[in-house]
């Protein structure tokens, strides 16, 4: 087998109302299971890459479907840690439409993970045989022996010679147990190769201002080459940083496109308008599950490697559920501007 790419973090129970209702409109919620770190191992899987994912469940029924879901996409879930206490944490989500926005109620208190110590992970052993390492700033915003726990999965990935990168993610409904997000993530991005995130993620995680108006529906680039070379003037140990661009028009019209400021230069992707939105949610992650796959295969193509990554997450913006189970053949069909939708015989 070959080497690893491994991601760490939470996996919950997600429960959707059907469609567009409104939460309990109807008396019933659809039950799938996501979370960010899963989410990018499930992706990188379907891609064809050898992922594991590391998280801390229950070992209880509801702990072992957590864990089928996962392992049925082809990811190794050998590391993960069955635990007596704690429990699976659960969202809700209600998904919007035009300019209703959708809206997520978390339910994650005390959750497995959550009050998992960092000891209770051997990624020494865990990492031996990575070749990537991914985390998120969802993770560390749920308790401080999680943010302890992925510093530790990032030290000791830097020391097996693997590439770390890191979502900022910032969750303001999350950050509850004292400590600021830019304490905890400018912490952990000093253990950084790549950084992904958006301009609140990084205005939020690592206190760099954008000086941006998400609202206005119009997005100037100069801002974002300007706000990813003062990432890197700030964490010279992060070669690569990827900035999704989303222009909300409306919950089912964004405009999608990305920046990354690369080991070789500044690059925008293709731009696509995504009228009709099916969910949104995991689109950040299948950015960051093809982006990971675009740098690690096409490495000194970082062009290709940006607009590989967008149009990954443009797939995922068509398909229900966290995970994005778009192929790389259809993902590079997109690249090459096969986009029309017309059906495939």
Known sequence: MGKKFVTF??????????????????PS????????????????????????????????????????????????????????????????????????????????AESSIAISKPSDFDFAA??????????????????QDAADSCLLAMQEAKKAGATVSIDLNYRKKLWKYGKTAVEVMRELTQFADVVIANEEDIQKCLGIEAKVDVTSGELDTDVYKDLTAEVKAQFPNVSVVAVTLRESKSADHNGWSAALSGKSGFYLSRHYEITDIIDRVGGGDSFSAGIIFGLSEYGDDEQYAINFAVAASALKHSIDGDFNLSTKAEVEALCKGDGSGRVQR
Do not use: C
Request: proline share 3%; glycine share 10%.
């Open 29 to 108: 919620l659809e039950a799938t299971f996501g979370g960010g770190e899963a989410n990018v191992a499930v992706s990188l899987s379907l891609f064809g890459k050898d992922s594991r994912f590391v998280t801390a469940l229950p070992a209880n029924a509801i702990g072992e479907a957590a864990v089928r879901e996962v392992r049925k996409y082809g990811v190794d879930t050998s590391a993960i840690k069955r635990t007596k206490d704690g429990r699976v944490g659960i969202y809700y989500l209600e998904t919007g439409a035009n300019q209703r926005p959708s809206s997520v109620v978390y339910d994650r």
């Open 9 to 26: 973090g939470e996996i919950m129970l997600r429960l959707k109302s059907p469609g567009h209702e409104r939460f309990f409109q109807s």
């Open 126 to 143: 865990i990492l031996s045989d990575a070749e990537w390492l991914h985390v998120t700033g969802i993770t560390p915003a749920i308790s």
